[in-house]
């Protein structure tokens, strides 16, 4: 089996010869302007030139909209702050300052982390979605989807 996680980019395409099953996951966000439908049709287009099929499992998503994106990046970057004696070797605060401010990083980066695996959840139609993080503007017909007809 191979996995593969990776944006629906154009030009790729899954192997044709293979006698492995290939799972490829979608990542949840793109490029400004791309949407589901882009996905989509790549697949339809895929399918129509290729009517043998692969053995190809697509595990598509939902797009993060800015806000989603803004929030994963915060906790990527509040991981790094926090990681090893970065945050303990800050030169600018007395140490009662820098214990107050991890603490107040710590639950930050908590509450971030959920708020990011519920729109990651919503985006892969794990759970339903209310969430202005989710580009809900092209419906997400498919989640999984064989790339081998039959």
């Known amino acids: 089996m191979i996995y593969r996680k990776r944006p629906l980019v154009a030009g790729y395409e899954p192997h044709r010869k293979r006698a492995d099953v290939e799972i490829i996951i979608d990542y949840p966000f793109d490029e400004p302007g791309h949407t589901t439908r882009d996905d989509q049709g790549k697949l339809q287009m895929y399918s129509q030139s290729n009517p043998a099929g692969t053995r190809t499992l697509v595990l598509a998503s939902s797009v993060l909209r800015v806000r989603g994106n803004a929030r994963l990046e915060a906790v990527v970057i509040i991981e790094h702050v926090l990681t090893g004696e970065r945050f303990s070797n800050t030169p600018h605060s007395f140490p009662a300052d820098r214990s107050t401010a991890k603490t107040l990083l710590e639950n930050q980066r908590t509450s971030l982390r959920e708020r990011v695996k519920q729109h990651i ?9 209310q969430s202005k993080s989710i580009d809900n503007s092209h419906d997400l017909t498919d989640t999984f989807r064989s790339l081998y007809p039959g």
């Open 121 to 129: 959840e919503a985006a892969y139609g794990i759970r339903g979605s």
